[in-house]
């Protein structure tokens, strides 16, 4: 298995535009042989110091690299790349797998 997790920071003023986009790739790869999860997460409020309400962080799980590497290459991730590039501010990935 492949564990991402991709923390992106939103421009102000652009989250509603941000989560539409979101809200329609997600069908799309969810769709995609060896797509186990794909969803976006806002942070809460926990009166935690690492708070941020233009935080999205987005959880993908996929059975293996190549279901990962074949999902890179389509026109859907490719059309949602062009459609937020000026919408975000920051972007961390974080690839992992199973511990044990």
């Not at 298995?1 to 102000?12: D, P, R």
């Not at 806002?42 to 799980?61: F, M, Q, S, V």
């Not at 490719?78 to 044990?100: I, Q």
């Amino acid at each position: 298995m492949i564990y991402l997790s991709v923390s992106m920071i939103i421009k102000e003023g652009r989250m509603d535009d941000f989560l539409e986009v979101c809200r329609e790739i997600r069908p799309l790869v969810l769709a995609e042989e060896g797509c186990l999860m794909y969803d976006h997460t806002r942070d809460l409020d926990a009166n935690g110091e690492d708070y941020n309400e233009r935080r999205i962080t987005l959880y993908e799980k996929w059975s293996g690299q190549d279901a990962l590497d074949a999902h890179l290459k389509t026109g859907h991730m490719a059309r949602f790349s062009e459609a937020v590039a000026d919408m975000r501010e920051k972007v961390t990935v974080h690839r992992s797998t199973e511990a044990y």
